[in-house]
């Protein structure tokens, strides 16, 4: 039997990069899982037969939605919440309309996801968010929103610990640094420059941050909640 064999877990983001790759840790280990897409409807499909889970189409974008969604899995085991998008370039010159559509993803969809998750949620249920380490450290310009964002998921986290901690619902934030996926890829125009700033002189791997989340998710995890736990190679140190 797997780890989480029996376990329902709802992936909030789950048809490319690290997404995909926690969908597939926690398929591989035995839960029924169900992940949300938005704009990877070939990804997700594939991703669906691949793993035997099921994919939905939700925008996370819109609140309702992700509370419906949410609240229409019934009873979860395990909540993540990895949708997330980017917006850079200089803050005077940005649209309005797009910082307001990443604060939407990044940070009201998670709030809301998580406190939906927790009404129908057992004791000792899990809720985890991908952060990034952005949320403590942001070394280069036009980041700003992304980092404003992320760094709202810490208080996020902290507070939503005191409220959901007395059914022993932990929820922790995962802090991904430069991470290979479509949208930094290990050989793509940043390397040199991130791999500047750490440690570890390579982009991480989605399944070394999926298997975070599923230790986080496990049982040997009852005792972690409210915290940031970052994942980057010494990128923030």
Known sequence: MGAFEGKSVLVLGGSR????????RFAADGATVVFTYSGSRDAAEALAAETRSKAVETD???????IARVKD????DVLV???GIAVFGDALEQDPDAIDRLFRINVHAPYHASVEAARQMPEGGRIIVIGSVNGDRMPVPGMAAYALSKSALQGMARGLARDFGPRGITINVVQPGPIDTDA???????????????????????????GMVAWLAGPEA????GAMHTIDGAFGA
């Open 17 to 24: 990069g690290i997404g995909a790759a926690i969908v597939r």
């Open 60 to 66: 996370s974008a819109d609140r309702d939605a992700v």
């Open 73 to 76: 899995s019934g009873a979860l």
């Open 81 to 83: 919440v990895n949708a």
């Open 184 to 210: 930094n890829p290990a050989d793509g125009p940043m390397k040199d420059l991130l791999h500047g700033f750490m440690a570890i002189k390579r982009h991480g791997r989605p399944e070394e941050v999926a």
């Open 222 to 225: 009852g005792f972690a909640t």
